[in-house]
Structure formats: C-alpha cells, structure tokens
C-alpha cells in the first residue's frame, strides 16, 4: 500500500536534494543549541511500535529508535543495515529461481536495553507483520513469505511462495509501507502487540533511545552510545507537536525550531527566505493527482477521461500552489526513478482539445455553454481531505478549469480518516463514493505499483480506487513482478506507465519534491526517497 502524505540502480538521475533559503557562515543562527535537533510535527504518533506505523510522521520518529534490514542512500540505492551485505543474484542472496532470500546479519548490534539483537528478532517481526490480530496497515510482499528460517543468530532465510522482484526493498526496507526490525524478546509473549506497553516505551537497536514522551507536546530522544554504527553526533532530538503551521514558520524564524518536517507546498513563500534557514526539497517517488472513478459515467468513456486532462492546466497548478518548486508529472514515477518513461502521451493543456473530445463522445454546448447529451450535462463530484489545504486548493483550481470546458464538478471535503478509512468504517475511497479524488500518495525506493492498478486489487480490501482493470495492464504488472533483473523490469514499467497515459485512470499533477525547511547550522541532513531520518546518527549541529 502506498503511504498517506502526512503532512535502486538509476538510469535518470536528478539530484537528490536542492537548497534555497539564505545560510549563515561560520556563527551559530540565535538560538540554536548545539547537539540538539528540534523537529516539528502536525500530528502526533499514535505509537512507536514500527509493526503499526501507518504515515510518513510515524515513520520519521520510529526510524530513530530502529533499524531496517536493508536502507536506503538518497538516490533509492539499497545499503546494508541490520543485515550486511544487501542480498541479490549476484552474490547468492537471491536463488536463482527469486524463491530464497539469504540475510547474514551483523553480530555487533545490541536492543538498547543490552540484549543481542539475532535471526529470532527477525523471524519474530515477520511473523508480527503477517498476525491478522495485529493492526498491521499493508501485509503486502510479507504475505508472500512461505515460511522462515534461522538456521544460526546471524542468518535468516525467508522462503518465498513465488517470485516477488521488490522483495528486497519490501522486507523490513525503505518500500511504500516502511517497517522496522522489532524485539522478540520484549514482544514475543504477546498474542497481539496492538496495545502493550512498548507501543509508548519502544526499545530499538537505532541511533537514539526514547528519553521522554509528553502527550500532546513532545517526544523526547537521547543518543544510544552503543549504536552499531558509530556513536551519533547529536546528544538528543526532541520532537514538538505543532498543529499550526504558521506557529511552526514563527518559531524557524526565531530558531526555537531546526526542521520543520514536511512542510506543506502552500507554506512555500512563508519558508524561502527566512534568514538561517534552507529549505531543502528531497526528491520523493510520490505525486499530487486526481483518481477518476472508472465505475461512475461518464467517466467510464475514455474521451471523457482524455477531455479532462486536455482541460487541466498544471502548470498553473504548480506555480499558484508550490512556488513553481514541483516538477509537473507525467505519470506516476518521476523522472529519477530508472522505470521512469519519458516517451507516454502527454497532456498539455489545451481546453479547445478538451471539447473536441468531448464532442466526438456525443456532448455539444447547452443553452448555458455547459457540455449536454441528451438534456443532461457532466456533473461529477470531487472529493479531498478537510486537513490539507493545498488540495482544497487545488480542486478549488480544477474546478474552475474544468467548467471552462462545460464540465461541472461539485466539491465535498471529508476528514482524512473518513477518506481513506476501510470499506467497513464507510471509507469514502475504499465505497467508491466519488467521481475524482484529489490525493497524494508516497511510494518507496522500489517502483512497484501493483497494489493501485491491477484487477486483484479493487476495494473493498485493496486499493485500486480509480477500479481500473486492463488485462494487458495486470500482464505487464507480472512481467515487473517476476524479473528480478533491472532492463526486464523497466521494460515492463515503460508499458505500464505508457498504458496509463493512454488510459488515463488518474491525472498525475506534480511529482513531490518534499519541502524540509531546516536550520543552516544542521550538518549531514540528506534525506534518501522514503525516511528522512535515515542517517540521523550523522548529524550534528
């Protein structure tokens, strides 16, 4: 499953991560506390259990306190963490039939409350991931493991039931839903982890250690000495639960903050020039995007779908919203990611194409200049998220665009739990209750997007909301799931990407270039594609 925006080998490269803002030299920005970073979050962390993490905010504090199996550098490149090396065919991780996957862990690693981290920490996360008694978000590629072996501490062998290419960036790795190894000593004797103290008093095998936890107002984390990697520059982070955004961009100018963690794109004017603070925008394989209901007419008419995207102007979009910092997309994966395609049809905008198409599917002006077949016009109803305000804004933007074409679209703004909640908890996506809906999505460092457009996955249960189903879309689909080789999986990304072009299912608006405003006195903040937190041990200020 792809993760709710909360707040790899590759062939096309943008750099990882720009700057702007102003940067002081040589003298510490007023304020600043040498050795502690301070984060600002809008909402709080249900929990620290990483079996449970269900956001990019969650996922932010537990990368702290936890470790992957496999990480992640900030071009998507795998790199070793709990286990050393990164398995592949090349060196025998990976059998060659893709249905063993060998990881010879490392034995320096110790739980910070001094307990040997081993294979069984391992077998035992597995196991917790795929416990239907446990909350768990996405079982997706988890579920897929036969079964698992510990044949010694440091050597975990997970049996797969058929060839799955993203395992490795899926198990306990920086994939589209990101979980982190957990203890088995501590947990193991739980029939279900969903409630238990260690949710609040995580212990982790991560650079830092969670020091304090004030309700509502603060996390506290101290540095663990003993991390496996070397001992962290800083002595602690401290994390503050800010709501606001505008409190948030007071407290950067006056330094009483170092990051403001995932800046909205509508806080860019406030956030470019604040004096001792950059604003470093991470490339990100996640999109801003509209999901055309395919069951609903007339949007099952792929004229109609067409006219709509001819009548969207992105790049107004784009510079009312993010400053002009978002590049306008294509299609889903942007252009640093090697399954990128760079020859799909493309959209311009071009309202007079719009209402050619529209002609040619049976519509024509109405007395009132609104596109009409047989007496009745196109009303469609959009849907989005009360808590985001760049996306009521942007269907606001679209709305407008697309009456200029004679397309009629009511708004409806429901809370995000609402919105994205299960079928059985009257989830609107998940019922279909919607014509389009504005939404934005993170992806992981692997370019698998099976779970969003392939027949299997429609709701209730799975999350293909726009209920597209092409066969030739579910083959190719297979051919990138089942080649663990890189041109074979390109090969097939290329067609996927180019039938949703041609398809057009969904509009994708701007690919996420992930705003992160942060004190200049910060050193060694590099956020790779899916954690920001990554290489937090690095940092110093």
């Not at 969207?312 to 997309?329: F, R, S, Y």
Request: with cysteine; hydrophobic share 35%; net charge negative.
């Amino acid at each position: 499953m792809k993760r709710i925006i909360t707040a790899l080998s590759i062939a096309l490269l943008l750099a990882a991560c720009t700057k702007v803002g102003t940067q002081t030299s040589g003298v510490h920005n007023p304020g600043t506390i040498p050795g502690e970073v301070r984060v600002a979050i809008q909402s709080e962390p249900l929990n620290l259990n990483p079996i449970l993490a269900s956001n990019t905010t969650d996922g932010m504090a537990d990368a702290l306190v936890f470790d992957f199996l496999v990480t992640a550098d900030p071009k998507g490149n795998p790199l070793p963490d709990l286990a050393n090396p990164v398995p592949s065919l090349e060196n025998g991780g990976i059998s060659k039939d893709g249905l063993t996957v060998t990881y010879h862990l490392r034995k320096n690693v110790k739980w910070s409350d001094g307990a040997p981290f081993t294979s069984k920490d391992v077998k035992f996360s597995w196991q917790a991931v795929v416990n239907p008694a446990n909350n768990t978000t996405s079982r997706r590629g988890y579920d897929l493991v036969r079964s698992v072996d510990t044949p010694d501490p440091y050597t975990v062998v997970f049996h797969m039931k058929q060839r799955f290419a993203p395992i490795v960036n899926t198990l306990f790795a920086e994939s589209d839903n990101p979980i982190w190894v957990v203890p088995e000593h501590i947990l193991g004797k739980y029939p279900n982890i969903n409630r238990v103290p260690f949710n609040n008093q995580p212990i982790g095998t991560g650079p830092f250690k969670l020091a304090e936890w004030a309700k509502g107002d603060h996390l506290t984390f101290v540095r663990n000495d003993n991390y496996f990697l070397g001992r962290p520059k800083l002595d602690k982070v401290v994390i503050h639960i800010i709501p606001d955004e505008n409190t948030t961009i007071n407290e950067l100018k006056t330094h009483d903050i170092d990051w403001m963690f995932q800046a909205s794109p509508d806080t860019c004017k406030e956030t470019q020039n604040i004096p001792g603070v950059n604003v470093v925008y991470n490339n990100v394989d996640g999109y801003e995007s509209v999901l055309l209901n395919l069951k609903h007419p007339p949007l099952d008419n792929p004229l109609v779908r067409k006219a709509i995207a001819y009548a969207i102007n992105k790049k107004e979009l784009v510079d009312t919203l993010t400053c002009g910092t978002q590049k306008i997309a294509t299609e889903d994966h942007p252009e640093f990611m090697w399954a990128h395609n760079p020859n799909v049809t493309v959209y311009n905008y071009d309202p007079q194409k719009a209402k050619q198409l529209l002609q040619q599917a049976g519509y024509a002006p109405g007395p009132n200049g609104m596109m009409q077949k047989g007496g009745r016009g196109i009303s469609l109803l959009g849907v989005t998220n009360t808590t985001n305000v760049t996306r009521r804004q942007l269907s606001v933007l679209v709305q407008s665009q697309l009456r200029n074409v004679g397309i009629d679209m009511s708004i409806k703004n429901y809370p995000g739990a609402q919105l994205f909640a299960p079928a059985g908890e009257g989830g609107i996506l998940q019922l279909g209750n919607f014509d389009l809906s504005f939404s934005g999505w993170y992806a992981g460092v692997d370019p698998d997007d099976s779970s969003q457009f392939i027949c299997a996955m429609f709701p209730p249960g799975g999350y293909n909301y726009t209920r597209y189903c092409k066969p030739a879309m579910d083959a190719a689909q297979q051919d990138a799931l089942t080649h663990f080789d890189q041109p074979s999986r390109e090969a097939a990304y290329h067609k996927i990407e180019g039938l949703l072009a041609d398809d057009v299912p969904q509009i994708f608006f701007w690919w996420v270039h992930a705003a992160q405003p942060v004190n200049s006195d910060l050193k060694g903040f590099d956020p790779n594609p899916a954690t920001e937190t990554w290489n937090a041990y690095q940092w110093s200020i």
